[in-house]
């Protein structure tokens, strides 16, 4: 199996499937926070969330497999400070989109032995595959965090009423 161009292939379709998802959330939702039992975040914090950890941690993370140091400062990382007051969330889908690019550009630029190569990362001892895999997987789980708010708000809240 050829890595670098499946993990194109997802990589790419996860991430206009997260934007897709976030479209789904109306307009007038995106920044309210969610009925209990949806989670604590709003759609517009999801995206920041997505968008910090890829800027600081998941290409930072694939760039140690070129050789380009990292390491995670957790005093500079501190994405509920970063967060603040919040963003424009079409700013932030756009700049989720460029660093999702760079993270696809990257992918030729493995070899088959690169992509089985152990280093140590912020997650411990993990191949450049489990990092990639690891990215993917965030963007399912913040995907179906933010299709939950589309598909069931307006349920939560009548349950919420009762």
Do not use: C
Not at 1 to 23: H, R, T
Not at 138 to 147: F, I
């Amino acid at each position: 199996m050829d890595l670098s161009q499946w993990f194109n292939n997802q990589l790419n379709a996860s991430a206009e499937g997260f934007i897709w998802a976030v479209d789904q959330v109306p307009v007038e939702r995106r920044l309210v926070a969610p009925p209990a039992g949806l989670g604590e975040w709003n759609a517009a914090r999801h995206v920041f969330h997505m968008l910090y950890y890829e800027q600081k941690i998941a290409l930072p993370s694939m760039n140690q497999w070129l050789g380009r140091p990292f390491t995670l400062n957790e005093e500079e990382y501190d994405e509920d400070a970063a967060w603040g007051d919040g963003r424009d969330i079409g700013e932030m889908l756009a700049d989720f989109r460029t660093v999702r690019a760079e993270q696809i550009v990257l992918l030729p630029k493995f070899d088959e032995a690169l992509w089985h190569e152990t280093r140590e990362a912020v997650w411990g001892d993990v191949t450049l595959k489990w990092v990639v895999t690891k990215t993917f997987q965030h963007t399912a789980e913040h995907t179906h965090d933010v299709l939950r708010m589309a598909l069931f708000w307006d349920m939560f809240e009548q349950h919420d009423q009762i």
